[in-house]
């Protein structure tokens, strides 16, 4: 069982992933609208809630198996790392692409964003890549589940 700090990390990362499957309806304003025949948008707003919705249904997973091994939890963060890295990439793309702001803003855009996905959804990878010291199990288990299993 993964502890309290781990078990929370892996509800903030459902709830991000949640508020961009939430912006699924813009599929239907900009696919359907006729005064925007733009391919380029309509693959914009699809791809982003599509992902986000690969990479909560990945979470939801990993929370609902109810004792995973650690083979199964690395397992787990590898596919949330590629769909974080693969729409991280996608959503950097698209804003230098589809916006022509200044350079600095860019930068700043790459850097925070990287900042932000590091201690977000690598952080996560990096703790499961990690070794579970065997003198921490007595500890572990007094500590109350946030989630129900």
């Not at 109810?66 to 959503?91: A, D, G, M, Y």
């Not at 990096?126 to 500890?139: C, N, Y």
Request: aromatic letters at 16%; one cysteine or more.
């Amino acid at each position: 069982m993964p502890s309290p700090l781990l078990e929370g990390a892996y509800l903030l990362q459902a709830f991000l992933a949640a508020i961009e499957v939430l912006q699924i309806s813009s599929l239907f304003y900009w696919g359907y609208a006729p005064y925007s025949p733009n391919v380029y948008s309509y693959i914009v707003h699809t791809l982003g809630p599509f992902l986000a919705l690969l990479l909560l249904f990945t979470i939801l997973v990993q929370i609902k198996t109810p004792s995973p091994t650690r083979k199964q939890t690395l397992r787990f963060e590898l596919l949330k790392s590629l769909i974080v890295s693969i729409f991280w990439v996608w959503l950097l793309i698209s804003s230098i692409i589809g916006w022509h702001w200044d350079s600095y803003y860019h930068l700043a855009t790459i850097v925070l964003s990287f900042l932000f996905v590091c201690v977000v959804f690598y952080s996560t990878l990096w703790v499961s890549l990690r070794k579970e010291p065997h003198a921490g199990a007595a500890v572990r288990g007094e500590a109350q589940s946030l989630l129900p299993h």
